[in-house]
């Protein structure tokens, strides 16, 4: 681990154990065969549905494994049935490839303002939803921003205006991060990657789909894996995860399995606590410094902290830190069209903790934008 990985919000190191399943199960395939593997690993593979139904509080049966969340988002998106005159409400702080999927889908779509204190304005919102309204998607904590959106209040409220409209958190950010919970925070969808908060492998993700939903949707892709075939008929097989095709890859999905299993033994309480401290430490090291700007409600905010720095541009801070061996990302307008207009900046430095992450190496971050600054 040579560099000091503060872009866990891009994705996180892996524990060794994790990397090392997936390896061996990679070696495993080349001995006895890939099928044959899979197998074998049956039962393993299959804990993966009960590791990610305890973290969120569901069933398992509610799980799909899937590639990542925007893949898992689309998938919800393009099975869902839409006519003409219905349209669904996004925050504005929105991700900016689900905002590509919505317009790509051209549905009719209305942005709900988040107030300056980064929570939701409900009254917005409420007078966004019309009788026409599908659905509410709500970006639990968005990429460019670390305020942790209140879902229950919006699920809350939602089910107040109308019981039907169906609420989809994208938990990308925020799984592994922040407790969460289907059963007490009653949403309908959520879509989550591995490769995150939840120490997973790159190319990881899931799609959460509430049982009484799935009944609704017409799956966008459906092969051998969940299907049968009769006289010309399609026949769907019941109790398999409907969102999941026949290919996938075993090694990533031991792998992700194993990593939510280390959140549900590490807890997540705990695991919230200590990226907090980090962030409130990060902050309180930098509070003298008014170069700096940023951007979250520190009272929202648990791990990913964003700012600029006046006179630096975002790239020149970046590639500085990059060259003293720290990662940290860069948020623009096309990761969040809605949030940069509306905060009429063009970019920002993301800095995102986790749990591993040391106060030493916060300390070092510090000198380093201290050098700059002074440079
Ligand atoms: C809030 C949010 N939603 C969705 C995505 C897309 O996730 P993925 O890259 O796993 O498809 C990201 C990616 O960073 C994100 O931050």
């Not at 590639?67 to 988002?73: G, R």
């Not at 988040?114 to 929570?119: D, K, L, R, S, V």
């Not at 904590?141 to 670390?146: R, V």
């Not at 996938?248 to 280390?262: D, E, R």
Request: some cysteine; overall charge positive; glycine content about 4%.
């Amino acid at each position: 681990m040579s560099y000091i990985n503060f872009n866990n919000a891009g994705s996180s190191y892996l524990t060794n154990k994790t990397q090392k399943i997936v390896k061996d199960f990679l070696d495993y395939e080349n001995i006895v065969g890939g099928y044959n593997a899979e197998n074998l690993y049956k039962n393993k593979l299959n804990e993966f549905y009960l590791n990610a139904s305890k973290l969120i509080n569901c069933d398992p049966k509610e799980i799909s494994f899937l590639q990542n969340s925007t893949y898992a988002w689309n998938f919800f998106l393009n099975s869902t049935h839409f006519s003409k005159d219905e349209n669904v409400v996004i925050l504005d702080n929105e991700y900016g490839s689900n905002i590509i999927g919505i317009l790509n889908k051209k549905i009719n779509y209305k942005i709900s303002k988040i107030n300056a204190n980064g929570q939701v304005c409900f009254e917005d919102l409420k007078n966004k939803i019309d009788k026409k309204t599908k659905i509410v998607f709500v970006c639990h904590i968005a990429s460019q921003c670390g305020d942790v959106i209140e879902i229950e209040k919006v699920s809350k409220l939602l089910k107040k205006i109308n019981k039907n409209i169906i609420l989809v958190v994208d938990a990308c950010q925020s799984i592994g991060q922040v407790n969460i919970d289907a059963k007490k925070q009653k949403f309908d969808i959520l879509v989550g990657s591995g490769r995150k908060y939840l120490r997973g492998p790159r190319g990881t993700g899931l799609l959460y789909v509430n049982k009484n939903i799935k009944k609704k949707l017409s799956p966008f892709i459906l092969d051998i894996k969940n299907c049968s075939v009769k006289k010309g008929e399609i026949f769907i097989k019941k109790n398999l995860p409907l969102f999941e095709v026949f290919e996938y890859s075993p090694a990533l999905k031991l792998g992700l399995s194993n990593a939510i299993a280390n959140v549900n033994k590490i807890g997540i309480k705990k695991i919230e606590k200590k990226i907090k401290k980090l962030s409130a430490f990060f902050l309180n090291e930098m509070k003298s410094f008014n170069q700096l700007v940023f951007y979250e409600n520190s009272k929202l905010n648990i791990g990913i902290n964003t700012f600029s720095i006046k006179g630096i541009n975002s790239s020149s801070i970046y590639n500085y830190l990059l060259k003293n061996k720290i990662l940290t990302s860069i948020s623009n307008s096309q990761t969040s069209m809605p949030y940069f207009k509306k905060k009429k900046i063009n970019s920002v430095i993301r800095v995102s903790f986790h749990y591993y992450n040391k106060f030493e190496e916060v300390k070092k971050l510090k000198k380093c934008l201290i050098d700059l600054i002074k440079k």
